[in-house]
Nanobody, 121 residues
Framework: QVQLVESGGGLVQPGGSLRLSCAASGSIVSINRMGWYRQAPGKQRELVATIRSGASANYADSVKGRFTLSRDNAKNTVYLQMNSLKAEGTAVYYC???????????????WGQGTQVTVSS
């Protein structure tokens, strides 16, 4: 099977920075797209940033210019560098991947368990 393991959440003051990591492991043939979504209390899950193989990252308007998503294909890992964090960035951040598994021609979507990011003074 496939696992997405996230790390890097925590408490940070407004204006501060955090870096999230997500590593995919298991019976993976290739990863088409990988990235992050977030869900704040009482709100729907929303896109933060995603990146496809060979393409530039795609960002939500609310994080453009402050967040940077990068990908290490050799490690099946993505990193989300979050700068100038705001209180409204408080949410559970979920790693997401669209990938092909060994023994199947179908594309599958996987989610990580989520990591809490709290922006507060």
């Amino acid at each position: 099977q496939v696992q997405l393991v996230e790390s890097g959440g925590g408490l940070v003051q407004p204006g501060g920075s955090l870096r999230l990591s997500c590593a995919a492991s298991g019976s993976i043939v290739s990863i088409n797209r990988m990235g992050w979504y977030r869900q704040a209390p009482g709100k729907q899950r929303e896109l933060v940033a995603t990146i496809r193989s060979g393409a530039s990252a795609n960002y939500a308007d609310s994080v453009k210019g402050r967040f940077t998503l990068s990908r290490d294909n050799a490690k099946n890992t993505v990193y989300l560098q979050m700068n100038s964090l705001k209180a409204e960035g408080t949410a559970v951040y979920y790693c997401n991947a669209l990938l092909y598994r060994l023994g199947s021609s179908s594309e599958y979507q996987y989610w990580g368990q989520g990591t809490q990011v709290t922006v507060s003074s």
